[in-house]
């Protein structure tokens, strides 16, 4: 056998730096001592847990500089629904089991605090059979088909 000779070989290495390190307070701080350019900026909403961006109506409010509130339900409104629903025997959970919403949505309509969605008046109209909307507020709903004299 022929005579090997092995030298020992260290290789250091350092491992490159993650994205979350680079972003870290230190690593900006090192940037800044060393003259290099540093970007910051901040994000609106950032660690945040919201699902939604804020609506129109949200922005609308916003730029504005009086007290302004949204449009609630009038308080006739949540009397009409309560008549209804009492007409029926129903109560409020009733009611909101039938029209697929939470009880506390038919509370807040019977008591004018909701701001009103058209989807859930015209659920709520269909539910009871009175009208909720329009001119001819209380009356009867007229079945779909019918024609009005």
């Not at 939604?52 to 009397?79: C, F, I, P």
Request: avoid cysteine; proline fraction near 4%.
């Amino acid at each position: 056998m022929s005579e090997s000779d092995w030298d020992t070989v260290t290789v250091l290495r350092k491992k490159p730096q993650k994205s979350s390190q680079l972003k870290s307070e230190q690593a900006v701080n090192q940037a800044r001592r060393s003259g290099l350019q540093v970007e910051t900026s901040s994000k609106y909403g950032a660690a945040t847990n919201k699902q939604h961006g804020t609506s129109l109506n949200t922005a609308k409010l916003d730029r504005e500089t009086e007290e302004l509130k949204h449009e609630k339900v009038t308080v006739d409104v949540g009397r009409l629904i309560q008549k209804g629903r009492q007409s029926k025997g129903w109560t409020q959970k009733d009611l909101a089991t039938h029209i697929n919403e939470k009880p506390q949505v038919i509370q807040e309509y019977e008591q004018g605090k909701a701001v009103p969605n058209q989807n859930v008046l015209g659920k709520i109209e269909r539910a009871i059979g009175l009208r909720l909307r329009g001119k001819d507020k209380g009356q009867p709903l007229q079945p779909p088909g019918s024609k009005k004299k």
